[in-house]
């Protein structure tokens, strides 16, 4: 089993900035991908960023690309996500999630995630 914890969220003016993390436990974490999801209300779950195992490999989204930033450290089982120039459209419940791969093909898909954290809410207001 895993367990994902995600913490950082808030709210925030837009054009600030946000560091979300994801600490994991219960697997050798350094072995898997790792992907950032969220879900605004009303709207249904979309792909964020994804990292693989070692980090070298990155895939975002295309809306955020160049102002999100996905990072780990798997020293310490946590993967981060640093927003930045935060826009009202980003405001949503952010989701951690890990599958049990090392690479992030098709890491946009929900569907190869096996595990999920519980949620951060983002609040960016205008």
């Known amino acids: 089993q895993v367990q994902l914890v995600e913490s950082g969220g808030g709210l925030v003016q837009a054009g600030g900035s946000l560091r979300l993390s994801c600490a994991a436990s219960g697997r050798t974490f350094s072995s898997y991908a790792m992907g950032w999801f969220r879900q605004a209300p009303g709207k249904e779950r979309e792909f964020v960023a994804a990292?693989?195992?070692?980090?070298?490999?990155?895939y975002y989204e295309d809306s955020v690309k160049g102002r999100f930033t996905v990072s780990r450290d798997n020293a310490k089982n946590t993967v981060y996500l640093q927003m930045n120039s935060l826009k009202p459209e980003d405001t949503a419940v952010y989701y951690c999630a890990l599958r049990l791969s090392p690479n992030i093909i098709s890491a946009h898909n929900s569907d190869y995630y096996n595990y999920w954290g519980q949620g951060t809410q983002v609040t960016v207001s205008s």
């Open positions: 990292i693989s195992w070692s980090g070298g490999n990155l």
